[in-house]
């Protein structure tokens, strides 16, 4: 874990969604995945202002798990993370992850999109895999990558 870099975090709980994380939670799962200070501001949202942010920003006229946003790249780094708690808690059900361990991976995953990563590619999209799947195995949780079967 990345105990060297330092982390300003701001959560906000609009959604009123049953099981969400704690602070202390996702405080953990960001620090894990940072190679660089940061200052965050992460908003736990309902359906209808996740999809009002993803119609706004990516223009698409649905609420999407997580968004994204950077605001510089000079160290600290600043940004927000949205997660929508519905679309987080039925793809969780959909895909038969525990909800805590998805919340998990969709925090390491927006971290890693504020320090740069993305996945607009194969090969980049493979390195975020990649590390992504790493740090869930360090932190004790599966491949999240991995197909559940039953």
């Known amino acids: 874990m990345s105990a060297g870099h330092k982390l300003s975090l701001s959560v ?5 969604a049953q099981c969400l994380p704690t602070r202390h939670q996702f405080r953990r799962w960001i620090k894990s995945a940072l190679q660089r200070d ?4 992460l908003r736990i949202v309902h359906e209808d202002e996740g999809r009002e942010l993803n119609e706004n920003f990516r223009g698409k006229g649905y609420a999407t798990n997580v968004l994204t946003f950077a605001y510089n790249d000079v160290e600290p780094l600043s ?4 997660m929508c708690a519905p679309v987080v808690e039925q793809e969780a059900r959909e ?10 991976h969709l925090t390491i995953h927006a ?4 320090q740069g990563y993305d996945h607009e590619n194969e090969k980049d999209a493979v390195a975020m895999e990649t590390r992504e799947t790493a740090i869930m ?8 990558y991995q197909v559940v079967t039953l």
């Open 95 to 104: 895909q038969k992850k525990d909800l805590h361990a998805h919340y998990a």
């Open 79 to 82: 940004g927000d993370v949205v």
């Open 111 to 114: 971290t890693l999109h504020l």
């Open 12 to 16: 906000q709980y609009a959604a009123g």
């Open 137 to 144: 195995m360090k932190l004790g949780y599966a491949n999240p």
């Open 38 to 41: 940061v200052q965050i501001v």
